[in-house]
């Protein structure tokens, strides 16, 4: 089993490209969910996804969009990166409710020049 | 959402017990405590959950208060391994709100 898997692991990108972070779990888990973590700070919620078919904005949505592709990928969107979104993003898949953890991947660490 | 409050950082030696602990004085009854911890710049690794009882596995233990306010964890015996950020987080047993937040932690540093 490989748990989470996010690609790429790095990318720079110049202000106003676009690009897709992709993020695959094989556990059969219902819920997903896209976190991005900025220096000596915890982890922030951009967007998650209940079930397949449903997403649901987090805590900092602005500048991105997701898609959940089936029920083991669940994309994260760029459609014109900024200076601000530089950043480490990580991924994470749970079933849904509280008694199961959330696992995530090892991270795609994004730089926007 | 319940928010949890957790110390910035705490130091403890190798070989002793580290206890961390976590305030979450709004949790509600259907709400756990769950503790994660990230290594590095890592994702971050799955520790132990708790609803009402103290819980224990092969990492760590953990102490809720019995009015659920606060919760602490536990590593019995800290390496230098267990060098790391510690979050504290509360998620719901229904699941039906799913914006889970981590906060800042706890950056715990063992001392040789």
């Known amino acids: 089993n490989a748990g989470v898997t996010q690609t790429p692991k790095f990318q720079v990108l110049k202000t106003g490209q676009s690009m897709t972070l992709q993020c695959a779990q094989d556990m059969n888990h219902n819920s997903m969910y896209w976190y991005r973590q900025d220096p000596g700070m915890g982890l922030r919620l951009i967007y998650y996804s209940a079930s397949e078919g449903t997403t649901d904005k987090g805590e900092v949505p602005n500048g991105y969009n997701v898609s959940r592709l089936n029920k083991r990928e669940f994309s994260l969107r760029l459609e014109s990166a900024a200076p601000s979104q530089t950043s480490v993003y990580f991924c994470a898949s749970s079933q849904k409710g509280g008694g199961s953890p959330l696992h995530f991947g090892n991270g795609t660490r994004l730089t926007v020049t | ?112």
């Open chain 2, 1 to 112: 959402d319940a928010k949890t409050t957790q110390p910035p950082s705490m130091d403890c030696a190798e070989g002793r017990a580290a206890n961390l602990p976590c305030n979450h004085s709004t949790i509600s009854g259907n709400e756990y405590v769950y503790w994660y911890r990230q290594i590095h710049s890592q994702g971050p690794q799955y520790i132990i959950h708790g609803l009402k009882n103290n819980e224990t596995n092969e990492m760590a233990s953990l102490i809720i208060t019995e009015d659920r306010k606060s919760s602490t964890l536990i590593l019995p015996h800290a390496t230098l391994r267990d060098t790391a950020v510690y979050y504290c987080i509360v998620r719901s047993l229904g699941g039906g709100n799913e914006k889970l937040t981590f906060g800042t932690g706890t950056r715990l540093t063992i001392i040789p």
